[in-house]
């Protein structure tokens, strides 16, 4: 048992409102700059949706990921191995291209100010960052938000693949139509694609708390981490000639900060802690069947009370004050506990380590005389809040996600998640259990007092409990190496020298 810490994250979708507060607070602080004009290392996606940049899930067209080789069952990076990335390292075919990501564009707001005087109103054009010239924008992050676009941009989304024509149709009807939000960041997965494809093995994983990170001294921009991440979170700068990727604002962190997108979040949908896991289960962790994998990953994350965990954890380097965090950490409660939240598309055997909690779907209902109908006839306080039969997105979709296609696993978070919303309707009706109440903990698996932990934590946490931060004692850790002194005004995205094209 080799246990390691990896600082990890969970987003609860059914707090996110698409206010896109984050990607701004991201944007300006690390983005905003010549080169780095498409980045968005977060972004807020419209699900159902083709995502950034265009149809990222479909590995097919991006080979991104890992994929088991037919005949021994190893893993091998999807964009056929060292060997052929060697073989492509002059012309790598499967990057995604302007047109995937958008066009920069600014405004010719001059126009507004130094317009003559004339019986129309002056506007400011869009014209293309690029080549300067007025553009027709067509696409740029999060296009296909809430209802625009949703027949070109929701009905090409690649989770749609296993829908029936039916079940298609019956979510894209205008007046009925569904849809959630996905915030994404970079996931500093455990085993990472895109530092496993890096030729000059610039990427790499902070060993005390599993950022990954660019070295903006060692890049030469291959780019081959861009095609190994199926996530798409690996950006190439053309100004600098470097790859950049979302660094968790670990300096935020070094100061006991949350990072700026986790502290922004008006939703407040997302959590931040640590996690022990066993890095000697990771090569059969990736290798377990689609239907196991998120039941294999949780395996390897370990019980931070566990007296033997601990003293593994300490003789591998691990500090106290890191277990200590661990130990208080809301991630364990949600990944690992309460099983509520689940990584995004494990089958691309990356190891993610930001979980989400899907969003509560929408049931099925009736609008009779003005009023609308969500029991459809039936009673009782189950129906209330509808029943997974009744949901409209069907839990294929949200399988395809979030498990690896095992529906299993989804139903039995939306269980628990139906459960917490019976149990306390009822204590706030009756301040009891009445006859419905039981049978909905019993179905999920839980306890009274676990749904109102989870209560808790989903709908009043305070920020000390949302973002238990631990001391990452980066200091200690370089001063074999660095004065820390010398070192403290290097903390930051950047440099140590001005990066230059080529070096």
């Known amino acids: 048992m080799k246990i390691q810490a990896q600082v990890s994250m969970v987003f609860h979708l059914d707090k996110c409102i698409g206010c896109h507060t984050c990607s701004v607070a991201c944007k300006n602080i690390w983005t905003d700059r010549k080169g780095a004009e498409y980045m968005w290392w977060n972004n807020v996606e419209t699900k159902p949706g083709t995502g950034y940049p265009v149809q990222w899930e479909d590995q097919d067209k991006y080979k991104g990921g890992w994929q088991k080789k037919p005949d021994n069952g190893s893993l091998d990076l999807k964009m056929n191995g060292r060997l052929g990335m060697l073989g492509n390292i002059f012309f790598n075919p499967n990057l995604p291209t302007l047109d995937d990501y958008y066009e920069p564009w600014t405004y010719e707001y001059d126009n507004l100010t130094h317009a003559p005087a004339g019986d129309d109103q002056p506007t400011a054009r869009p014209v293309s960052m690029i080549t300067g010239q007025p553009l027709e924008i067509k696409r740029g992050p999060n296009w296909d938000d809430d209802l625009s676009g949703s027949q070109v941009y929701a009905a090409n989304d690649p989770n749609l693949d296993d829908m029936s ?5 019956m979510m894209f009807e205008i007046e009925r139509l569904v849809f959630f939000y996905l915030p994404r960041i970079c996931n500093h997965c455990l085993n990472a694609g895109c530092a496993a494809a890096c030729p000059s093995g610039a990427i790499y994983k902070r060993g005390e708390d599993g950022i990954v990170l660019v070295n903006q001294d060692q890049c030469r921009g291959w780019r081959m981490c861009v095609t190994a991440c199926p996530y798409k979170k690996v950006y190439y700068n053309w100004s600098t000639g470097k ?21 922004s979040c008006v939703g407040r949908i997302r959590y931040l802690g640590v996690l022990l896991y066993d890095a000697d289960r990771i ?3 990736v290798a377990a069947e689609d239907a196991d994998l998120v039941e294999a990953q949780r395996a390897i994350i370990m019980d931070p009370h566990d007296p033997a965990v601990i003293a593994s954890a300490k003789a591998n380097g691990v500090p106290q004050a890191m ?4 130990q208080k950490s809301p991630v364990y409660r949600f990944v690992k506990e309460w099983k509520l939240a689940l990584p995004l598309h494990p089958e691309f055997r990356t190891l993610p380590m930001l979980f989400y909690v899907p969003p509560m779907l929408p049931i099925q209902a009736l609008v009779n005389d003005g009023h609308i109908e969500v029991t459809q006839g039936n009673e009782g306080t189950l129906d209330y809040f509808g029943t997974l039969e009744q949901a409209r997105l069907p839990l294929r979709y949200m399988a395809r996600l979030f498990s690896a296609g095992n529906e299993d696993e989804v139903a039995a978070v939306y269980r628990k998640l139906i459960a917490v919303r019976i149990y306390r309707r009822a204590n706030n009706a009756s301040g009891e259990l009445n006859e419905d109440t039981r049978p909905a903990l019993d179905a999920a698996g839980i306890t009274a007092e676990e749904a109102q932990a989870i209560f808790e934590l989903t709908a009043k946490p305070t920020f000390d409990e949302r973002f238990v931060v631990p001391p990452l004692a980066r200091e200690e850790n370089i001063e074999p190496l660095i004065d820390p002194f010398t070192h403290k005004t290097e903390a930051g995205f950047g ?3 001005d990066a230059k094209r080529g070096q």
């Open 243 to 263: 790859s950049e990727k979302c660094i968790l604002c670990y300096p935020r962190l070094e100061t006991g900060q949350a990072p700026a997108c986790f502290h």
């Open 283 to 285: 090569d059969e962790t």
């Open 323 to 326: 277990i200590d965090a661990a």
């Open 495 to 497: 440099f140590r020298r």
């Open 165 to 169: 024509d039916d079940e298609r149709q």
